[in-house]
């Protein structure tokens, strides 16, 4: 149990455009689930916290207007990297709690070029 | 969140016990301490968690002094497989409601060797 996914595993996208991530809880619902982002070589920075029905909060620094986070339902949040630039490349990562348990779960990770 | 010490790396040859040390000597009391671990290029891994008792579950054993200033994560038959880096975080730890966030530190890599 407490599975998340992600999907894309990975993509290449050209810049100037946009790319959307997906982050699944396959067998339980998740009020809040955490978006990471991971350059080479480098421990994960927390992005932001999406709270499912609101508004995502935001880590310092980092631009809601460019890291879109929508989390509509229990099982899935999303980030929208618009208007990608090749320093957005990286590997984003998301991470959900379970109602009950006090540890996360992780997804895969996305690994996101930019070209 | 109380801040947490790692050796950067450590080596171990497989099949002995892996021993990883981790100081978080501002802990408070009602912060629990979590390892995780991260493969490359594959998402954080949940290890185990503890307050103040010795924890133990089918992939490690975390001990933590009595002072709760450090810890150490065991892992009793290391293979090659459990090449990884090994965090350490301390936080408040809530069942219901709230956002608690883990932040990473840099971590320990350990190389497991053949």
């Known amino acids: 149990g407490a599975v998340v996914s992600q999907h894309p595993s990975w993509v290449i996208c050209k810049s100037g455009t946009s790319v959307k991530i997906e982050c699944r809880s396959l067998?339980?619902?998740?009020?809040?689930m955490f978006w990471y982002r991971q350059f080479p070589k480098q421990s994960l920075m927390l992005m932001a916290t999406s709270n499912e029905g609101s508004k995502a909060t935001y880590e310092q620094g980092v631009e809601k207007d460019k890291f879109l986070i929508n989390h509509a339902s229990l099982t899935l949040s999303t980030l929208t990297v618009t208007s990608a630039h090749p320093e957005d490349s990286s590997f984003y990562i998301c991470?959900?709690?379970?109602?009950?348990?006090?540890?996360?779960?992780f997804g895969q990770g996305t690994r996101l070029t930019v070209v | 969140d109380a801040k947490t010490t790692q050796p950067p790396s450590m080596d171990c040859a497989e099949g002995r016990a892996a021993n990883l040390p981790c100081n978080h000597s501002?802990?408070?009391?009602?912060?629990?301490v979590y390892w995780y671990r991260q493969i490359h290029s594959q998402g954080p891994q949940y290890i185990i968690h503890g307050l103040k008792n010795n924890e133990t579950n089918e992939m490690a054993s975390l001990i933590i002094t009595e002072d709760r200033k450090s810890s150490t994560l065991i892992l009793p038959h290391a293979t090659l497989r459990d090449t990884a880096v090994y965090y350490c975080?301390?936080?408040?730890?809530?069942?219901?409601?709230?956002?608690?966030?883990?932040?990473f530190g840099k971590g320990t890599k350990l190389t497991v060797n053949p």
């Open positions: 067998d339980f619902q998740a009020t809040t």
């Open positions: 975080i301390v936080r408040v730890a809530r069942t219901q409601g709230g956002s608690e966030k883990l932040v």
């Open positions: 991470s959900a709690r379970v109602a009950g348990r006090t540890e996360a779960f």
């Open positions: 501002t802990i408070s009391g009602n912060e629990y």
